[in-house]
T-cell receptor, first 114, second 116 residues
């Protein structure tokens, strides 16, 4: 089975711009979660989607949003980028909603905001 | 609030040594799940183990073993006869079953360097 894929792998954007990251879960997995990883804050949960509905949301500003499509693929969007948004964004998929089954992570998208 | 503490920031060992990575957690729930993930230099988090709060049995998988002790809120990870390929950052994580707190809360990670 193919693993979780994320595109693009690397991205450089300018402050004030917006960005969309994409995640394709493992085939058959219905839950997709997003995490931000930075050297200062570590790994932090952004949100989880299950059956096209946001089920959980972390403590991030409204500039961070996401959605999930009927095929379980997910996108996250960050508007009005700030320097502090530079991070590795990791997507994880699981068979069921979070905690009921293991989450499998993709390779991440490294976003650099200049 | 849930919290995971990995007090060891970095550990360096020589190949074939045994090494234990510590993880202490805090939670107010009686039902929760504990995880260990490995993050090699490539960046992808690799799932190692999931343990629920009702199962305190220790687990062994090859050179890896896990010791879960609810009495001390710890979920430690031991690598026996370490190898260079074990070099990575290891994360311990916790999630609660209660609605609204299901997200994984990660520790700050322990960087393990295994020298040849």
């Amino acid at each position: 089975k193919a693993g979780v894929t994320q595109t693009p792998r690397y991205l450089i954007k300018t402050r004030g711009q917006q960005v969309t990251l994409s995640c394709s879960p493992i085939s058959g997995h219905r839950s997709v979660s997003w995490y931000q990883q930075t050297p200062g804050q570590g790994l932090q949960f952004l949100f989880e989607y299950f059956s096209e509905t946001q089920r959980n949301k972390g403590n991030f500003p409204g500039r961070f949003s996401g959605r999930q499509f009927s095929n379980s693929r997910s996108e996250m969007n960050v508007s009005t980028l700030e320097l502090g948004d530079s991070a590795l964004y990791l997507c994880a998929s699981s068979l069921e909603q979070m905690t009921r089954s293991e989450q499998y992570f993709g390779p991440g998208t490294r976003l650099t905001v200049t | 609030a849930q919290k995971v503490t990995q007090a060891q920031t970095e550990i360096s060992v020589v190949e074939k040594e045994d090494v234990t990575l510590d993880c202490v957690y805090e939670t107010r729930d009686t039902t929760y799940y504990l995880f260990w993930y490995k993050q090699p230099p490539s960046g992808e988090l690799v799932f190692l183990i999931r343990r629920n709060s009702f199962d305190e049995q220790n687990e062994i998988s090859g050179r890896y073993s896990w010791n879960f002790q609810k009495s001390t809120s710890s979920f430690n990870f031991t690598i026996t006869a370490s190898q260079v390929v074990d070099s990575a950052v290891y994360f311990c994580a916790l999630s609660e079953a209660a609605t609204g707190r299901r997200a994984l809360t990660f520790g700050s990670g322990t960087r393990l360097q295994v020298q040849p």
